[in-house]
């Protein structure tokens, strides 16, 4: 099986904050170097999907396309992801191991 | 590739306006409306009208309801009040707006839980907003400003809030599943935006303006000046908010999302300037500042509020300039905000959440207990502080942008 040339996002129709969530999980599930064009309608991620993309080390490719009132960006997926990872689940301890534990 | 650094991120798209200057607009604006009126900038109390209409189409007696006698008096239709035009006249901007910038799409969420997730969350914030005597603008934005204590509870438990309601808008039950698409054959192509569809708009929008200034030269000329004031200053409130984007959930949602402050900063920079310039209002035309009680009522309302316009994706702004601008979701939310708006009034003497949660409530106002000056420091060393507890957060953002790439971060 080839792979993929990149993967491809549509988020048109959905509302916020749900373009910016969606992407960051999508781009935490590529490997790194892969590429993700997504699609928005949400004029509030025109700024916040690069935004928030880059500042969780991905990388803006192009300048994003206009196409009316959908906006396509394209990512390359970082190779380390920076920040809390939204979905990320943190490692369960048990309530009598939190206590008296430096990390 | 262009490259816009902020003090945030590496790269910022050009889209609309910057929403710090924006928010600062209109915090001089929203006082100068202050000042001609005497009434703040605020929607819900006229959602809560808006309801009360309905319910009494549909045959009910609401003029005998406690809060529609005592705290939003229902006399005449919307276009007889400044609040009523306040909110059309905000509308019709946001729309005019979202037209000429091509901005106007019919949105259909991909995914039909949305319009219960708005219609839920707006049902609650309305509810909530109402039981604290305001929404992001008359318990917040405009309420800052007037010196009164609720306000600033208000905004806290709204805070709180909305960090609850993030917790359960990142459930993948929620919010659903992401499914990005491989894609085998050549690079995206993008074709223009359709020429036809956007003078079409731009005819839609060029109507509402006309429809505008009629409406306000004729109240104008007619002696009820007042009028003509609310649909200028809505319609501007109304492009402002569309062109900026101002959402008042984004400011704080983004926070715990994904720990941007951007929008919370630029938050606190309209409240900086609409405090500085009520309080000029005020020593100037030696008017009363506004109070309303704060209060149980005020917290409960704030939690609820901002759990609520979590849930459903906007406030009361945020909400009314995604509808204008297509999206369906914020119209139901819309829808949500009136109904909950409305039973809060409905329960207001009939379940005795006024007897029980407000009736006890001081009303507290800084200007008026302990003096222009006082007031005025106290209010924007409080700023200073908020600014400041989101500090961590900014910083941490800024590390992580820095160590992104080794690009040097604009101050």
Same mark, same amino acid.
């Given at each position: /099986?080839? *792979?993929?040339?990149?993967? +491809?996002?549509?988020?048109?129709?959905?509302?916020?904050?749900?373009p910016v969530i969606h992407t960051l999980e999508a781009l935490h599930g590529l490997m790194p170097g892969e590429?993700?064009?997504v699609q928005t309608d949400c004029p509030q991620a025109y700024r916040n999907i690069p935004?928030? $993309? *880059? $500042? +969780?080390?991905?990388?803006? /490719? +192009?300048?994003?396309?206009?196409?009316g009132a959908v /906006?396509?960006?394209?990512?390359?997926?970082?190779?380390?992801?920076?920040?809390t990872h939204l979905t990320q689940d943190k490692p369960r301890r048990p309530w009598f191991r939190r206590f008296g534990t430096t990390s | 590739m262009s490259q816009f650094q902020s003090y945030d991120t590496m790269y910022r798209t050009r889209v609309g306006l910057a929403p710090g200057p924006v928010f600062a607009l209109l915090g001089v604006l929203s006082a100068v409306y202050f000042a001609i009126t005497g009434t703040v900038w605020a929607v819900t109390g006229e959602f809560t009208r808006l309801g009360g209409h309905v319910v009494e189409g549909l045959g009910a007696d609401v003029h005998a309801w406690q809060y529609y006698q005592e705290v939003t008096t229902l006399n005449g239709a919307p276009i007889d009040r400044t609040d009523g035009w306040i909110v059309i006249a905000m509308l019709a901007g946001s729309l005019i707006a979202a037209l000429y910038a091509g901005d106007f799409r019919l949105r259909l969420p991909p995914q039909k839980r949305?319009?219960?997730?708005? @219609?839920?969350?707006g049902i609650i914030a309305g509810f909530g907003a109402r039981l604290a005597y305001g929404c992001n603008l008359a318990a917040m934005f405009t309420g800052i400003p007037q010196f009164s204590l609720h306000a600033w509870i208000f905004t806290a438990a709204?805070? @709180?809030g909305t960090l609850a309601g993030v917790k359960l808008i990142k459930q993948r039950w929620w919010r659903g599943p992401t499914r990005p698409v491989p894609v085998y054959l050549g690079a995206p192509g993008s074709a223009a935006g359709n020429p036809k569809k956007k003078a079409a708009h731009r005819s839609v929008a060029s109507i509402v303006i006309l429809g505008l200034v009629a409406a306000a030269l004729a109240y104008a000329a007619t002696g009820r000046g007042m009028l003509s004031v609310a649909i200028v200053f809505g319609a501007v409130f109304g492009i402002l908010i569309q062109r900026g984007q101002i959402c008042f959930t984004a400011a704080f949602r983004d926070l715990w999302v994904t720990r941007k402050t951007k929008l919370n900063d630029?938050?606190?920079?309209?409240?900086?300037?609409a405090v500085i310039t009520t309080w000029l209002v005020l020593q100037i035309g030696g008017m009363d500042p506004l109070t309303k009680p704060a209060g149980i009522g005020t917290v409960i309302g704030g939690l609820l509020f901002g759990l609520g316009i979590i849930m459903a994706g906007a406030c009361e702004t945020g909400m009314m300039y995604r509808a204008m601008e297509g999206q369906t979701a914020a119209v139901v939310a819309f829808v949500g905000n009136i109904i909950g708006a409305t039973v809060l009034a409905y329960g207001w003497d009939t379940w005795g959440i006024y007897a029980t949660l407000v009736a006890p409530s001081p009303s507290f106002n800084f200007y008026q207990a302990w003096g222009p000056w006082p007031a005025l420091?106290?209010?924007?060393?409080? @700023?200073?502080i908020w600014a400041g507890a989101v500090r961590p957060l900014r910083r941490s953002r800024q590390e992580r942008v820095r160590t992104s790439t080794e690009t040097e971060l604009v101050p």
């Open positions: /099986m080839t *792979t993929p040339d990149y993967y +491809a996002l549509d988020l048109r129709g959905e509302s916020c904050p749900y590429i993700l064009q935004d928030d $993309a *880059t $500042a +969780a080390g991905h990388e803006l /490719m +192009a300048d994003p396309s206009r196409e /906006m396509t960006f394209l990512f390359r997926r970082g190779e380390k992801v920076l920040g | 949305r319009f219960a997730q708005a @219609l839920a969350g709204t805070a @709180l630029a938050l606190i920079l309209g409240l900086a300037a420091i106290i209010s924007l060393v409080l @700023l200073g």
